[in-house]
C-alpha cells in the first residue's frame, strides 16, 4: 500500500500543477476590467495619470500586469490643457475580461449596441461579480466622465470632478455597469453615461458617489 501511494502521490501533484496553469494563464490573458476598490478619496484619483496607476497595481496584483492599463475616464479642456476622449486611450482591442469572455473587438465595437459589457461581464481584476441595481450595497455607477460615443464633454459643466482631482465640489458622469437603472431608457441601460454624480458634500467625495450607487470604480482597459 505504501508503494502504492508513492506511485500515485507525485502524479496527482503534476495534476494539481496542471489544473492550476489555466487560473494563471488566463490572468495574464485579461485586458479588461472594472475596478474592486477605488482610491478611496471620491472623483480625486490623483487625476487621470492616478487612475492609470491604480489600474496597473491591480493589474499586477491579479497577475497581469505585463501590459500598459489605461483608466476609461475623459477629461475636459481647462487651464489651457485640451480635452482628453476615454475612447483615444485604450487602444484597438479586442478586450476580454479575466473569465476569457470578449468585451468588444475594437473601440466601434465597445461604443455600439452590439458590446458584450453586461453585469455578468463587467468583472473585476479577480473575476469577481460587482454588486448592481437591486444588491447591497450598490456600486454599479462607474466613473467615466464621458459621452456615449467615449468622448469628453466640452468645458463647462463639470462633469470630471475637476478632471480627476476633486473629492468636494463637481459632478462627474458615471454610466451603469449592470446597465439597469430607474428608468426604461438609454441613458438608464448605458455603460459609460448614465447621469451626473450628486450628493450633499459636493458632488464628489465618496460618500455622495455612494449615495447614488457608485464606490469610485472605473474601467481598465489593456492599451497594449
Known amino acids: 500500500m505504501r508503494d502504492f501511494v508513492k506511485l500515485v502521490s507525485p502524479a496527482?501533484?503534476?495534476?494539481?500543477?496542471?489544473?492550476?496553469?489555466?487560473?494563471?494563464?488566463?490572468?495574464?490573458?485579461?485586458?479588461?476590467?472594472?475596478?474592486?476598490?477605488?482610491?478611496?478619496?471620491?472623483?480625486?484619483?490623483?487625476?487621470?495619470a492616478g487612475a492609470d496607476r491604480h489600474c496597473q497595481s491591480l493589474a499586477q496584483a491579479a497577475g497581469a500586469g505585463a501590459k500598459?492599463?489605461?483608466?476609461?475616464?475623459?477629461?475636459?479642456?481647462?487651464?489651457?490643457?485640451?480635452a482628453v476622449n476615454a475612447k483615444d486611450r485604450i487602444g484597438k482591442g479586442p478586450w476580454q475580461n479575466a473569465k476569457g469572455a470578449v468585451i468588444a473587438k475594437d473601440v466601434a465595437d465597445l461604443h455600439s449596441a452590439n458590446n458584450n459589457m453586461t453585469k455578468q461581464t463587467a468583472l473585476s481584476e479577480k473575476g469577481e461579480v460587482i454588486n448592481g441595481r437591486g444588491d447591497t450595497p450598490n456600486r454599479h455607477d462607474v466613473l467615466t466622465g464621458s459621452q456615449p460615443d467615449g468622448t469628453a464633454f466640452a468645458a463647462g459643466d463639470d462633469r470630471?470632478?475637476?478632471?480627476?482631482?476633486?473629492?468636494?465640489?463637481?459632478?462627474?458622469?458615471?454610466?451603469?455597469?449592470?446597465?439597469?437603472?430607474?428608468?426604461?431608457?438609454?441613458?438608464?441601460?448605458?455603460?459609460?453615461?448614465?447621469?451626473?454624480?450628486?450628493g450633499s458634500d459636493g458632488g464628489c467625495s465618496q460618500n455622495d458617489l455612494k449615495s447614488t450607487?457608485?464606490?469610485?470604480?472605473?474601467?481598465?482597459?489593456?492599451?497594449n
Open 12 to 48: 496527482c501533484f503534476v495534476l494539481a500543477v496542471v489544473a492550476a496553469a489555466p487560473a494563471l494563464a488566463q490572468s495574464a490573458d485579461t485586458s479588461f476590467f472594472l475596478t474592486s476598490n477605488g482610491p478611496g478619496k471620491g472623483g480625486d484619483l490623483g487625476g487621470i
Open 160 to 198: 470630471t470632478c475637476k478632471n480627476w482631482t476633486s473629492s468636494t465640489q463637481g459632478s462627474a458622469m458615471v454610466g451603469h455597469s449592470d446597465r439597469q437603472g430607474l428608468r426604461d431608457d438609454d441613458a438608464s441601460k448605458s455603460w459609460n453615461s448614465s447621469h451626473p454624480s450628486r
Open 213 to 223: 450607487g457608485g464606490d469610485g470604480l472605473f474601467y481598465c482597459f489593456a492599451a
Open 68 to 82: 500598459t492599463w489605461r483608466a476609461y475616464l475623459s477629461t475636459q479642456a481647462a487651464d489651457g490643457q485640451p
